[in-house]
């Protein structure tokens, strides 16, 4: 079922953590091509990776790389509009979410997990109105 107001537009990134953080960033780069561009001021380390103009690989630093289970890629995203629609959605189904904002952008992130939770996040634009409820 769709809803008509809530609009998925593209897939945005993909997050990887590595307890490599140069010789990821360095493969990415001179390996398959991508630039190193601008990051956020987050308060954990990283490197976005650009396919044009979009980051289309996102590093974050962790003290080791992930091994057996623990998954290497933490989430993938989308873009989408429809903000307020989506997070009703959320809530009459009683699935839970989180929302952050981020540093210096002002995306929306509404962070869910599906069944078998994996992480999703679901970018907005920081000029979406999330509606009457509270985040």
């Known amino acids: 079922m769709t809803n008509p107001a809530m609009t998925i537009k593209d897939l945005d990134h993909v997050n990887i953590r590595t307890g490599r953080l140069s010789e990821m960033a360095a493969f990415?780069?001179?390996?398959?091509?991508?630039?190193v561009g601008s990051r956020p001021p987050f308060q954990?380390?990283?490197?976005w990776l650009y396919c044009g103009d979009r980051a289309a690989v996102h590093l974050v630093e962790v003290p080791e790389?992930?091994?057996?289970?623990?998954?290497?890629?933490?989430?993938?995203?989308?873009?989408?509009?429809?903000?307020a629609d989506f997070l009703a959605r959320l809530r009459a189904n009683t699935v839970a979410y989180d929302v952050s904002i981020v540093p210096q952008a002002g995306t929306r992130q509404v962070n869910i997990h599906d069944p078998e939770n994996n992480h999703i996040e679901i970018q907005f634009s920081g000029d979406?109105?999330?509606?009457?409820?509270?985040l």
């Open 28 to 35: 990415y780069r001179d390996i398959v091509g991508l630039e």
């Open 44 to 47: 954990i380390g990283g490197t």
């Open 65 to 83: 790389t992930p091994a057996g289970e623990a998954p290497r890629i933490e989430h993938f995203a989308f873009r989408a509009a429809g903000l």
């Open 128 to 134: 979406e109105d999330p509606g009457p409820e509270r």
